[in-house]
């Protein structure tokens, strides 16, 4: 294992897009969801509604697992992180993490490409987002441990 602060992990972190979350129901199964993230500040971020299952999952057992694929580097190589999460929904957040992930999904070259190819599906879009109301906020993950795994083959 190695730290989730070293170069190393940070520099995967830079290079993936999606995160796995892996969370335990109250029932005690696994639950995962993939979903965008930030890094900032040592801790991972995510966005999501109050009601999901991750945030009710998480309530209940703090302790998650993080998978991050890194889509432009070796294929089968996975960074997991263990850490514990909490949902937040302070605004001060909003205004440093919202920007980030506008930064790294929306205006990347191949962010902005995406967009447009998909122009659209905007309509799709916005109905999915507001069927699926309820207070937003942050999952904040504050990592523990780190470790690369390998996929099996």
Same mark, same amino acid.
């Given at each position: 294992? *190695?730290? @989730?602060?070293?170069?190393?992990?940070?520099?995967?972190? /830079? /290079? %993936?897009? $999606?995160?796995? *979350?892996?969370?335990?129901? @109250? %029932?005690?199964?696994?639950?995962?969801?993939?979903?965008?993230? $930030?890094?900032?500040? #040592?801790?991972?971020?995510? #966005?999501?509604?109050?009601?999901? %299952?991750?945030?009710?999952?998480? *309530?209940?057992? +703090?302790?998650?697992?993080?998978?991050?694929?890194?889509?432009? #580097?070796?294929?089968?190589?996975? &960074?997991?992180?263990?850490?514990?999460?909490?949902?937040?929904?302070?605004?001060?957040?909003?205004?440093? $993490?919202?920007? &980030?992930?506008?930064? !790294?999904?929306?205006?990347? @070259?191949?962010?902005? /490409?995406?967009?447009?190819?998909?122009?659209?599906?905007? %309509? &799709?879009?916005?109905?999915?987002?507001?069927? !699926?109301?309820?207070?937003? #906020?942050?999952?904040?993950?504050? +990592?523990?441990?780190?470790?690369?795994?390998?996929?099996?083959?």
């Amino acid at each position: 294992m *190695i730290s @989730p602060r070293h170069r190393t992990v940070k520099r995967f972190l /830079r /290079r %993936a897009k $999606v995160v796995h *979350i892996a969370t335990l129901s @109250p %029932a005690g199964n696994a639950d995962l969801v993939p979903l965008w993230f $930030v890094f900032f500040r #040592g801790r991972v971020y995510m #966005g999501t509604r109050a009601e999901s %299952a991750v945030v009710r999952d998480l *309530i209940q057992n +703090p302790e998650v697992a993080l998978l991050f694929h890194d889509e432009s #580097g070796r294929a089968g190589r996975v &960074l997991r992180v263990r850490g514990r999460a909490s949902f937040r929904r302070d605004g001060r957040f909003r205004f440093a $993490v919202y920007p &980030l992930a506008v930064f !790294r999904y929306f205006l990347a @070259p191949g962010g902005m /490409r995406n967009a447009l190819a998909n122009r659209r599906k905007l %309509a &799709l879009r916005s109905l999915y987002y507001r069927e !699926r109301g309820g207070e937003s #906020g942050f999952i904040e993950v504050v +990592p523990e441990t780190a470790e690369f795994v390998k996929l099996p083959s």
